[in-house]
């Protein structure tokens, strides 16, 4: 069955009538719009990352912050949206300013729940750099908890994950948490 059979199984299981006017087209624009929020799935690290990782002496902090992501909980399939913060040390290669934020988007367009994109973002960071250090902090509304459940409209998830000098060194954890908070 394809993606939009089962649409619209669903609306008819919701007791709507699919021949009415305005639903006539939407189990094809359902499906449609479904493999879009869900496009990470077609896409790899190395697709993503492609030719952009240059040779650098610098290795200070390079800091990408506020990267806006949009998700789906894989628990209810609601939305949850937020921001990224993404840092990492270099050692001899930094990675083009943009493909930080396709990797964070990569992994945002799948099914998830926040704990694990923020370790996958950490991990495909130092894994295509090699850097000395990777922290992500992750901060995001979740409608599964705003729509429904506990209906909290004003909660928030924060998430981090700290790899190398972020986890071992409390300055450079120190730093970043400075530097995302201003």
Same mark, same amino acid.
């Given at each position: ?5 089962? $649409? ?9 009538d ?23 799935? %077609?896409?790899?690290?190395e ?40 840092? $990492? ?8 300013l ?13 099914? *998830?729940i926040?704990? %694990? ?9 130092? *894994? ?9 902090v992750?901060?995001? *509304? ?12 004003n ?9 190398? *000098? ?10 970043f ?6």
């Amino acid at each position: 069955m394809s993606l939009e059979q089962h $649409y619209s199984s669903i609306l008819t299981g919701l007791g709507e009538d699919i021949g009415r006017e305005g639903l006539v087209d939407t189990p094809k624009r359902a499906a449609k719009a479904m493999q879009y929020l869900c496009r990470g799935y %077609n896409q790899t690290l190395e697709e993503v990352v492609g030719e952009a990782l240059f040779t650098s002496d610098n290795s200070e902090m390079v800091l990408v912050k506020n990267i806006e992501l949009y998700s789906l909980c894989e628990h209810h399939m609601l939305p949850f949206i937020g921001k990224a913060h993404v840092a $990492y040390m270099p050692k001899g290669k930094v990675l083009g300013l943009s493909k930080v934020a396709r990797i964070v988007d990569m992994f945002a367009r799948r099914l *998830q729940i926040q704990e %694990n994109m923020t370790r996958q973002i950490a991990e495909a960071i130092e *894994q295509v750099t090699g850097a000395a250090g990777v922290a992500v902090v992750i901060e995001a *509304q979740h409608m599964c908890m705003m729509m429904r459940g506990v209906e909290k409209q004003n909660s928030s998830m924060v998430t981090s994950v700290m790899l190398g *000098q972020f986890r071992a060194s409390d300055a450079t954890r120190a730093e970043f948490l400075s530097l995302i908070n201003r």
